[in-house]
């Protein structure tokens, strides 16, 4: 493993994309850059006439099919980063670029996914009528959403549970659901805030090992909001390690743990994510929490999460 | 079937605390004619015992099962006997004075003009209604009173939901609709309806579109759907607002339109507001109906039938419960409507809710474990 600060080298394993780590724009030559924020500030103002410095100066480029995770102490700003990126809230300052596009434009051509720490499953449609949801909004017919909801369901291991209620399911089995409905419409880029924070520690592993694999399955790029250094590292090519009070990035670091499940060859796909593979090449949850547990014992991965540790601690984190 | 109602406490507490509000504002009706407002309030008191038994809106279609409908039935007669037996049991032991503690009288006499014998009240029901040979027995003008009473307030009930529905919609829509409008709408119901009712009946007396002339129980409806439009308003823009911000961004990311949110996320989310809403207004409504045609003097109702049964209400008070217990049949039918109107709704219209499938919800639960 590797654990360098974004400014020295480039010791990343092979398959990294270019200038992933720099924090630089782009400059030409392959494909857009999956997300891309420049110089982006957010100042929320406060009642009273005050104003709030929820970010600044923040500079990131995510690589097609790259999976970065924000990491941070409550309050740096790590979910309002993610939301510059969705496109639900709108940079003060800076540009945020979504595939080459601005982030209004990706947004209204779903270029993205996302799912909340809370489920937020419509308790008055079935499980699949929520995977459903946004292809209905957006007019899919309907036996086709039926196929659809079907493999995003089999995909995260729900494909008995199409009709039940959401008050049905557990925590971590909404929290699949939630999942699947982000990633109805094929989105290259998935936008991932907490989705595992409100889960106990065991369904959180497990999740975690479910969301390496459909990563590795469907080749989306994501972006991961966490608290959990753990997780971060687990799941991620790159951490982003954010301090608050104002909210900026202060280290990236590159995760390289041997084993793990990694990104997918980019054959410079911007329009990664093309397809979900058959059913039948999803291998046993089993088989993928077994890897999980092998890859979190190894000393390299202890000792990238001592490097993002001491990262968030330099930072000024908790 | 338990944990379902367990598991879904979001939208049945607001549900719960919703009757607060939109009470208060049905309050100038039985404020305004004592008949009415004792009958409506039996009528209420029996319809949440057995017609609107399913309880908190979500869980309408809950409880199905014959052996829980008949424990439910058997419930709400037993009510009604034990009302009898409570008017009967007073009607033996209570005084013809009344009862006074320190000189205030809290206690009603329990002579016959003020508190007959059930059984006279129902005999009354066979006797005429006046003195002459081809006169209709009281028991046949009362149902014809609650018939005609009943289709007026139905077509102000009809009406008071439209209006409620869409002004919640626009309120929602625009906040500067709902800051101007709702204080408005909250204002309109402590405007006397003895007050208003020969108004509307004077301009509505000028109106005349085509062919279509305005008739007297249009005046009526009009006042029924004024008292049954608010709770419709008010309930229904609170169920509009209750989807949190992250079912609202979820839209947003979606790139939904308002359209598309209203009709995936808000409408559905409203259901649950909107039950114990129309349950009120129909309770409204019918109260409407009844104070209206006492105000406007219109020909056919219980109002009228309050009236006049009332003038002979000194010597013999069994005619004008008569046309009580015609007022809290006219409720109760109302109710029973809401309830039929509850169960399409949480079965159909907002697709069929957690219901009775207790099978998988025990397979779910062995899954988890």
Redesign the interface.
């Known amino acids: 493993m590797t654990s360098t600060p974004p400014q020295t080298d480039q010791a990343a394993a092979g398959q990294a994309a270019p200038e992933q780590v720099t924090a630089a724009p782009a400059d030409g030559g392959g494909p857009a850059p999956a997300v891309e924020v420049r110089g982006v500030d957010k100042v929320f103002p406060v009642a009273g006439g005050g104003a709030t410095v929820a970010l600044t100066g923040i500079d990131l480029t995510v690589a097609p099919g790259e999976f970065v995770s924000l990491i941070g102490p409550s309050g740096c700003g790590k979910s309002t980063l993610l939301r510059l990126v969705a496109d639900l809230v709108e940079p003060t300052r800076g540009a945020v670029r979504v595939f080459g596009e601005p982030a209004r434009a990706a947004r209204q051509s779903k270029r993205y996914g996302i799912a909340f720490q809370q489920a937020g499953l419509l308790e008055w449609r079935t499980v699949a009528g929520n995977v459903e949801l946004p292809l209905q909004v957006h007019g899919v017919k309907k036996r086709e959403r039926r196929e659809r909801a079907r493999e995003l369901l089999e995909l995260v291991g729900l494909g008995d549970f199409a009709g039940h209620w959401p008050a049905q399911l557990s925590g971590g089995m909404q929290q699949r659901v939630a999942i699947a409905r982000a990633l109805a419409e094929r989105p290259p880029l998935l936008l991932l805030d907490e989705p595992f924070g409100a889960l106990d520690e065991m369904t959180r592993e497990r999740m975690q090992a479910e969301l390496a694999r459909i990563r590795l399955e469907t080749s989306t790029t994501v972006i991961l909001v966490t608290h959990s250094i753990p997780e971060a590292v687990f799941l991620s090519d790159r951490v982003a390690v954010m301090s608050p009070r104002p909210g900026r990035i202060t280290e990236i670091i590159d995760v390289d743990v041997p084993g793990r499940v990694t990104a997918p060859g980019e054959s410079g796909g911007g329009a990664g994510g093309a397809g979900v593979p058959a059913v039948s090449a999803v291998p046993a949850v089993e088989d993928a929490v077994g890897q999980a547990e092998d890859v979190r014992e190894q000393a390299a991965f202890f000792e990238a999460v001592t490097a993002v540790r001491e990262a968030l601690r330099a930072g000024g984190g908790s | 079937m338990s944990r ?1 109602t367990v ?2 406490p ?2 049945d507490q607001p549900a719960s605390d919703q009757p607060a509000s939109p009470a208060a504002g049905a309050d100038p009706g039985p404020g305004t004619g004592s008949g009415p407002g004792l009958g409506l309030g039996l009528a209420l008191g029996t319809a949440s015992a057995s017609a609107s038994a399913p309880g908190p809106a979500s869980g309408a279609g809950l409880g199905t099962g014959w052996g829980e409908r008949l424990r439910r039935a058997a419930l709400a007669v037993a009510a009604l006997v034990l009302v009898c037996a409570a008017w009967e049991f007073y009607k033996l032991v209570g005084s013809p004075h009344g009862g006074r503690i320190l000189g205030v009288p809290v206690l009603p006499r329990n002579d016959d003009t003020s508190m007959p014998h059930i059984w006279s009240v129902l005999a009354q029901l066979g006797h005429k209604e006046v003195n002459t040979a081809d006169s209709q027995t009281v028991g046949v003008a009362v149902l014809k009173g609650i018939w005609f009473t009943l289709r007026v307030a139905l077509a102000g009930l009809v009406a008071g939901v439209v209006v409620g529905v869409l002004l919640s919609v626009v309120m929602a829509r625009f906040k500067v609709v709902e800051r101007g409008l709702l204080p408005y709408i909250i204002a309109s119901q402590t405007v006397p309806l003895i007050a208003l009712a020969p108004l509307v009946s004077g301009w509505g007396g000028k109106l005349k579109v085509g062919s279509l002339e305005w008739q007297g129980w249009m005046t009526v409806s009009l006042i029924a759907a004024y008292l049954a439009f608010f709770p419709v308003a008010v309930g229904m823009l609170r169920g509009l607002q209750s989807p ?1 911000a ?2 609202v ?8 339109s308002w359209w ?1 949110t209203l009709l ?2 808000r409408l ?2 409203a ?1 649950p507001f909107l039950l114990p809403a129309l349950r009120l207004a129909a309770a409204s409504a019918v109260i409407g109906a009844i104070v209206a045609e006492i105000s406007t003097g219109t020909d056919g109702g219980v109002g009228r039938l309050i009236i006049a049964y009332s003038q002979s209400a000194t010597s013999d008070a069994t005619k004008l419960y008569d046309a009580v217990l015609g007022a809290a049949v006219a409720g109760l039918l109302v109710a029973g409507l809401i309830s039929l109107v509850e169960l399409a709704l949480a079965r159909g219209g ?2 069929a ?2 219901a009775s499938n207790t099978q ?2 025990q397979k ?1 639960q062995k899954v ?1 474990a």
């Open positions: 379902i598991d879904q979001s939208p949190g992250n079912a961004e979820l839209m947003r990311s979606y790139a939904a598309q995936r996320l559905p989310a259901v907002s697709g809710r957690p998988n919800a779910t988890r």
